[in-house]
């Protein structure tokens, strides 16, 4: 069974930055997601990235944000730069175990204040 666990979640200034990790343990499948809510918010996708590298940004963090994969490491990375107020949320990671069932984290709190 897959284990997920982010962490790298803080508060910090508008214009600053948070590099936020993803550990997954176990047997997974192809590649990671990265979901972000806020409160009284839907959840909703902020990147991916699979293991033959393909990577999708939403349009709010594309050019700010960015999303790497340790593969020998099962560990996601989601460097994220020039933060806004309006990126403030907790963080969730997203992947897939060799059962192809979908395994979540429990998320870390990103909190960005003007």
């Known amino acids: 069974q897959v284990l997920v666990v982010e962490s790298g979640g803080g508060l910090v200034l508008a214009g600053g930055s948070l590099n936020l990790s993803c550990v997954a343990s176990g047997g997974t499948g192809a590649g990671m997601d990265w979901y972000r809510q806020a409160p009284g918010k839907q959840r909703e996708l902020v990147a991916s990235i699979t293991r033959g590298d393909y990577r999708y940004y939403s349009a709010p963090v594309k050019g700010r944000f960015t999303i790497s994969l340790d593969s020998a490491k099962n560990t996601a990375y989601l460097q994220m730069n020039d933060l806004k107020p309006e990126d403030t949320g907790r963080y969730y990671c997203?992947?897939?175990?060799?059962?192809?069932?979908?395994?979540w984290g429990q998320g870390t709190q990103v909190t960005v204040s003007s």
């Open positions: 997203r992947t897939s175990g060799i059962d192809s069932l979908q395994y």
